[in-house]
């Protein structure tokens, strides 16, 4: 659905890339698979998995010889490879030969049928760095000193990642393996090795060691959009990838035994930077059944105006609506000139959520 809640700021595929699948397939932002198939008898089998005893030992020495200069002195075993072809952004395709250790704890990518090293991606424990990447590591840390952090971290885990055709290199850590089902926000930060700066970070912060001017900007949007209750933020997370920026005040919802479960029940998405609010949620209200009749344009125009006014600035009076998704309530309301605003309705005909219809990568 168009407006269901994000439980976490950063994108999940972003952070599986980086510390599940492993920072190596971090092109995947870059360029697209295309869908797993044998293009010739003979030539290139994609759904195949290959020993590494079967691969050609030339294609094996080389990889090798590429990843021992950044493993740390940590021995890495490669077990097995496969093939895929890649969509490049010029429109060309390349075939790829993905080299993996057992769970991904390396991964050396190589052009077909050149051989050339595309990518090398690498995981250590953090007890494991040494020389530069022990350097690197001392350095983030020592760059998040001022972040106002709800707690300390207990960094786990770096992520090495190195794409030759890009000429880009950075590292990240992270306080263990991502996984999407984890009742928790996953905390994590990447840096950049060539410039020497923070790249990328997600963070739970103490609310109370940050600028009044942001929680009283997102207290005032929530008791909005609850139509006058007051129900003051306690938790708020920072994310910043690549351009965006952003805070994400939220209340979250309890489970049975009284831990935080990282869903938003309320949250509230801005700035980082400017304070302006890109969304607001009152999500107790989105999970219900579906609305047996869907609204009129009107009776959508309406409801959101009040709060599109009130949050945002905006005056809806000469927008244009469109139905996303009438059976859960979605409208998308837009003017030519102007940002478009989206909107959900609880079964009630109020606003549950609403939101500047603004990329992520564009929230700065």
Avoid at 140 to 169: G, T, Y
Wanted: charged share 30%.
């Amino acid at each position: 659905m168009l407006l269901k809640k994000a439980p976490i700021i950063a994108s999940t595929l972003a952070l599986s890339l980086l510390f599940t699948v492993n920072p190596a397939s971090a092109q995947a932002s870059e360029m697209k698979k295309t869908e797993m198939k044998v293009t010739k008898p003979g030539e290139y089998n994609f759904a195949k998995i290959i020993p590494i005893k079967d691969i050609d030992k030339k294609v094996v020495d080389a990889a090798y010889k590429a990843m021992k200069p950044h493993s740390n002195g940590k021995v890495f075993k490669l077990e097995y490879g496969h093939y895929t072809e890649v969509d490049r952004l010029d429109g060309t395709k390349q075939v790829r030969l993905s080299l993996q250790a057992k769970k991904r704890a390396a991964v050396i990518e190589l052009d077909m049928p050149t051989g050339k090293i595309v990518s090398i991606g690498l995981k250590f424990n953090t007890s494991e760095l040494k020389g530069e990447h022990e350097k690197h590591y001392k350095m983030v840390k020592d760059s998040l000193q001022k972040m106002p952090l709800a707690e300390p971290i207990q960094w786990k885990q770096a992520a090495l990642f190195i794409n030759k055709e890009r000429n880009r290199e950075m590292i990240s850590f992270s306080e263990g393996e991502y996984n999407a089902s984890d009742k928790k926000i996953f905390q994590y930060v990447t840096f950049n090795i060539k410039d020497r700066k923070l790249l990328d970070y997600q963070f739970h912060l103490d609310i109370d060691k940050m600028d009044p001017k942001y929680s009283t900007i997102a207290n005032n949007a929530l008791k909005k959009v609850l139509n006058g209750t007051e129900k003051p933020f306690r938790d708020v997370f920072v994310s910043k990838m690549g351009e965006s920026h952003v805070y994400q005040f939220q209340h979250l919802r309890l489970e049975q035994q009284g831990k935080p479960e990282w869903r938003a029940k309320q949250s509230v998405m801005m700035s980082a930077a400017t304070g302006k609010v890109y969304s607001v949620s009152n999500g107790s209200e989105v999970d219900a059944p579906a609305a047996e009749k869907s609204l009129t344009n009107q009776e959508v125009i309406q409801a959101a105006s009040p709060l599109a006014k009130s949050v945002f600035g905006i005056d809806l009076s000469t927008y244009t609506v469109k139905a996303d998704n009438p059976k859960w309530r979605e409208y998308r309301l837009s003017k030519k000139g102007k940002e478009s605003v989206k909107v959900q309705f609880s079964p009630a005909g109020t606003v549950s959520r609403m939101e500047l219809d603004i990329p992520l990568d564009k929230r700065v």
